[in-house]
């Protein structure tokens, strides 16, 4: 994928006011960048680190991109700016934190100014964001932090007290689709409209994570998991075979997927419309036999196993044990 924030309009506004507050000196050293998975904060960030080190741009909002600073950032070799994200693990260790921290103290090596980008912020374990705190604390004025946090997952208040909390609004139906069109036209072999509408739909409107889903083959696993959904309702699938293509999914995935389905249940239970029409046949079919209450049920299994998911779950256990809650509200199932 090659894009910018300049073919990212949704992104342009908060662009603008990090730029000018830079150019008149009022940049905070600390920026948390909020906003929903697959909107572009990565991207954000990258270019944000880029101008703050970029010595042609002037007084431009974005960096020149051929002076010897913003040719080192290309190349992904600038010794001045480092990234911070969980390695081998879902959380951000204190070792990792530590060397932020031991990087954040020194003097930068060719540029005039150093950014740390610590992605996935929210993953701090408790002793990273202990240590993240002392940098936080005492920062040096020729550093800028900038943290990233998918809206909705907590951060330690303390942590985000000692920032500046950027929200990055996510894009329109129209932005969305218009981007992912055209990168989707990039591929060799590009996915057709209808795939690619149902891509958006899975990732929720954002339109990098629905180009990753493309590039994964998402939408067809997803088609095969709803297959084995429908035939495990029909009781034709025991729950360990039922379960395999959500398995390949990933549990967090799964939960995500199941998710919408359950939000699709609820609002079909109260005269709604789903948003995901390819299910909508089996969910119309549940809502019959089911009060609306039932559809909150399964909401609240889905945030129960995702509030472990930090706990190394078992994701085949976990699967299945959300599928028999499905299979509960099929009428015969609670008859026997």
Request: glycine share 6%; net charge negative.
């Amino acid at each position: 994928m090659s894009s910018s924030i300049t073919s990212m309009p949704w992104l342009t506004d908060a662009w603008s006011r990090l730029a000018e507050r830079w150019l008149s000196g009022r940049l905070p050293h600390a920026i948390l960048l909020e906003g929903p998975d697959g909107i572009g904060k990565s991207v954000f960030a990258r270019e944000l680190a880029q101008r703050l080190v970029c010595e042609g741009a002037g007084e431009a909002i974005q960096a020149c991109g051929h002076c010897k600073q913003c040719e080192l950032v290309a190349a992904g070799t600038h010794p001045d700016i480092r990234t911070y994200q969980p390695e081998d693990s879902k959380v951000i260790k204190v070792d990792q934190v530590r060397a932020l921290g031991e990087f954040a103290v020194a003097s930068p090596q060719v540029a005039h100014h150093k950014v740390i980008i610590l992605d996935s912020a929210d993953q701090l374990n408790i002793n990273a964001a202990n240590a993240l705190l002392k940098t936080l604390e005492e920062p040096n004025r020729d550093v800028t932090l900038i943290l990233l946090q998918q809206s909705g997952r907590p951060l330690l208040p303390t942590i985000r007290s000692r920032c500046q909390s950027v929200l990055l609004a996510g894009p329109t139906l129209e932005q969305a689709q218009a981007w992912l069109g055209t990168q989707a036209a990039l591929e060799e072999s590009p996915a057709d409209a209808e795939t690619q509408a149902r891509a958006l739909r899975l990732a929720s409107g954002a339109p990098i994570r629905a180009l990753a889903f493309l590039a994964q083959g998402h939408v067809e696993a997803v088609d095969q998991c709803l297959e084995n959904f429908r035939q495990f309702l029909k009781s034709k699938l025991p729950p360990e075979d039922a379960a395999r293509p959500f398995v390949k999914l990933g549990l967090e995935t799964t939960l995500g997927l199941m998710e919408r389905w359950a939000a699709d249940l609820a609002r079909i239970s109260v005269g709604g419309a789903p948003e995901n029409p390819e299910v909508a046949d089996i969910l119309g079919y549940l809502t019959r036999q089911n009060p609306p209450h039932r559809a909150h049920g399964i909401l609240a299994h889905i945030a129960e196993v995702r509030a472990g998911l930090t706990y190394n779950l078992n994701a085949e256990l976990e699967t299945e044990r959300l599928l028999l809650h499905w299979l509960d509200l099929m009428p015969r199932r609670r008859a026997g």
